[in-house]
């Protein structure tokens, strides 16, 4: 048998083992919490920058939209709309010549269709973006075709050859377009026929210029459906966006587009096209390529997203390291053709398929933030939300390397680690020292005092033999005893608190309790409140003593929490014969005035049956009220809890003689008038606010 340890190393071993675990639960505990407060500044930091950002894309969209519409609306681009369109139609009606076909074909075959084929990850069918239309030929026989240089979609319009009508047209005002699109810094504007979708004017010299968005080799991209919604508007102020496409005139490079109509009198003549403004926005959520200015250290980025779940603007290691990045991509969980697209356009818009969670939570309209992948595959923390453009939902996402978010934590764990080891040593050496004075019953103690540290109520440490270990130990068993009957006797008292707490308030008004709110009311948007003034009880009391009166009030309140209950109302409160409810108040509910009625016509029976069954006279004046209303606590020691507003103004004023009834008002009316029946509206003198205009509910479809 071998030899047992002695006390003296016994307590060594515990006092050096619980020193060490204490070292490391504190460390442990420290890096823990330290690490919850970085992630909490990152994300809040992340957070913060992502609604900004936002706003200033929201501001930088209702800065377009301002200019467009305001553009439209313009005399000047008016008159150019107007005289272009008439030359444009008058050059349509002449044939095309065959010198025409001609050179608009040879610079598809040799120019337009090659260049393309080099930036497509598959070469377009040959002449499949032939103009279809004569006035397509002309002017692009004219003004795409015979350029000297080669296509790029970037050339201002112009011609040295044409002399007819639309050049006349063109020399008129497109220098004040030219103004224009420089004091805008807009890239291109365009002008399409509603009639008959046809391009008739295009600041650049794109294969757009004369094609017919209707049946044209562009009728099925994003701007020919944005065309022709806005050529259906009655609306002078329109404003449609197209989300971004690989638009084949520049050369599959991805664009989008906002239009607006321009009308001549009420009369519209024009879709007025211009390209979407990207690059403000661009430099809005990098800072101008100052990522680090924004807070986003080495690896953060701001980036938008579309609906196809792929970005809307570049990343910013293409732009900063586009080797890099690439070979990012290669690695990453990307097809390589998602990384071939990128080296051959260039850009990461419409190329880099983004769907992780948080994408498509903002998507559907949400905010947050989440840990998770990015699209190279690194761990990243993420913030994100949508951003409407009103026909068309993006998002903005913004995003650091978690490893970079987390960095300083590495340093604090290399410094607590240094510290632990020192204390442990002179811990070690305590040890040492008070192990040749204690003996084996301490060494019980502390395991159970340990024990109860831990949360265990149960311990019990043996009874040493020696008095003044055995008094010791028996005192630390009653205490052990003492706080688990303490602990049981707290653990039904609080039960018993939240149990009452839920029976007296709303479960808002419990909640503002249990958050130490008394004093801070609440202010609810939309809820629907109902008062019920029981006429007759007073009689009833007469007749009955007072006992029985009460009792009779208690059932009826009763019968009145029941019915609430089962119809998702919330009592707020009783005072004498009057009985306050809401619905919508603690949960959010797209039905609470329909709850809310039917609750009341359920009252009406209640009411009918105890009338029937204790032949009493009781009558139920109700009236309902729906709008905004302010919640809170009255009181402090004693309190209780009450709405205020308006709304519940309103609707404790409603009487109606003592008759039964339900008389709601007009917001009520309009919101349920499909599903509940309702008399006329009849005006009703209200305490203190004049004449009010009722809807009485209809009682027989009640009964």
């Known amino acids: 048998m071998k030899p047992l340890l002695s006390v003296q190393t016994r307590l060594l071993l515990a006092f050096v083992g619980l020193t060490l675990t204490s070292i490391a639960v504190v460390t442990w505990q420290g890096y823990t919490s330290a690490r919850a407060g970085l992630t909490q500044a990152v994300q809040n930091q992340l957070i913060g920058l992502q609604r900004s950002k936002s706003a200033q894309v929201g501001m930088v969209l209702k800065t377009t939209r301002r200019e467009v519409s305001a553009l439209a609306a313009t005399e000047r681009m008016v008159q150019a709309a107007r005289e272009l369109r008439s030359a444009y139609r008058e050059i349509s009606k002449a044939p095309v010549t065959p010198e025409m076909k001609a050179a608009v074909d040879r610079f598809y075959t040799q120019d337009f269709e090659p260049r393309l084929a080099k930036l497509s990850a598959t070469a377009p069918p040959a002449g499949a973006f032939l103009p279809v239309t004569s006035g397509a030929y002309h002017l692009q026989s004219r003004y795409v075709a015979p350029a000297g240089a080669s296509y790029s979609g970037d050339g201002v319009l112009s011609s040295s050859d044409d002399t007819g009508p639309y050049a006349t047209a063109l020399a008129k005002y497109q220098r004040g377009i030219a103004s224009i699109v420089e004091r805008l810094g807009v890239d291109s504007i365009a002008l399409v026929d509603p009639e008959s979708l046809e391009v008739f004017y295009s600041y650049r010299g794109t294969t757009m210029l004369g094609t017919s968005l209707l049946d044209g080799p562009y009728a099925g991209s994003n701007l020919a459906g944005m065309v022709r919604v806005l050529r259906e508007t009655k609306d002078l102020e329109d404003y449609r966006v197209s989300d971004f496409e690989s638009w084949r005139p520049a050369l599959g490079r991805p664009q989008a587009f906002v239009g607006a109509p321009i009308f001549d009198g009420s009369r519209i003549i024009a879709v007025l096209v211009r390209r979407f403004p990207l690059g403000p926005i661009a430099d809005i959520l990098s800072d101008g390529g100052r990522w680090e200015i924004s ?98 939902r993006w998002a903005v996402i913004a995003k650091i390397d978690r490893s970079e978010a987390l960095a300083p934590l590495t340093a604090y764990l290399r410094r607590m680690l240094a510290t632990g080891v020192v204390l442990a040593v002179l811990a070690s050496l305590a040890a040492l020292v008070l192990a040749s004075v204690l003996t084996r019953p301490i060494s019980a103690l502390v395991q159970g005092a340990e024990e109860v540290s831990a949360g265990r109520l149960d311990v019990k440490v043996p009874v040493h033999r020696i008095h003044e270990y055995r008094k010791l130990g028996e005192a630390f068993n009653e205490m052990v005893s003492s706080l688990r009957s303490s602990r049981a006797a707290l653990d039904r008292q609080m039960a018993e608190n939240e149990q009452l707490l839920d029976a007296l308030l709303p479960a808002s008004g419990a909640a503002q309790v249990r958050g130490g709110g008394q004093d801070r009311p ?15 009880l007073e009689t009833l ?71 029937s069954d204790r032949q009493a006279n009781l009558t139920a004046e109700i009236g309902i009220n729906a709008g905004p209303v302010i919640a809170g606590l009255v ?11 308006d709304t519940v103004k309103l609707v404790r004023s409603i009487e109606n003689g003592g008759r039964t009834s339900i008389l709601v008002t007009r917001a009520v009316h309009d919101r349920v008038s499909d599903v509940v029946p309702f008399g006329p509206a009849a005006d009703f003198e209200l305490r203190g606010r004049g004449t009010v205009e009722l809807y009485p509910v209809k009682l027989e479809a009640a009964a």
């Open 295 to 392: 807070g986003l250290g080495k690896t953060g980025e701001v980036y938008m997203l579309g609906p196809d779940f792929t970005m809307r603007t570049d990343s910013r290691f293409l732009v900063q390291d586009r080797a890099a990045f690439l070979e990012t991509l290669r690695s990453s969980g990307l097809t390589s053709r998602t990384a071939e697209t990128v080296e051959r356009l260039g850009t990461t818009i419409l190329t880099v398929p983004i769907r992780h969670a948080a994408a498509m939570a903002a998507m559907q309209g949400q905010s947050g933030i989440m840990e998770l992948d990015d699209y190279r595959g690194i761990p990243v923390f993420m913030a994100y939300g949508p951003v409407d453009l009103d026909s068309v």
């Open 522 to 536: 609440q202010t609810f948007a939309d809820v629907t409140v109902a008062y019920v003034n029981l006429v007759g």
């Open 541 to 611: 009391s007469r007749e009955q003593d007072e006992e029985r009166a009460m009792a009779t009030l208690s059932e009826l309140v009763a019968a009145f929490d029941e019915a609430a209950e089962q119809h998702g109302v919330e009592k707020v409160r009783t005072i004498g014969s009057s009985y306050l409810a809401a619905s919508g108040l603690s949960v959010e509910r797209p039905d609470h005035t329909a709850r809310m009625v039917e609750f009341a016509r359920e009252v009406v029976r209640i009411v009918g049956r105890f009338n």
């Open 635 to 645: 009181g402090r020691r004693r309190f209780i809890y009450d709405l205020w507003g």
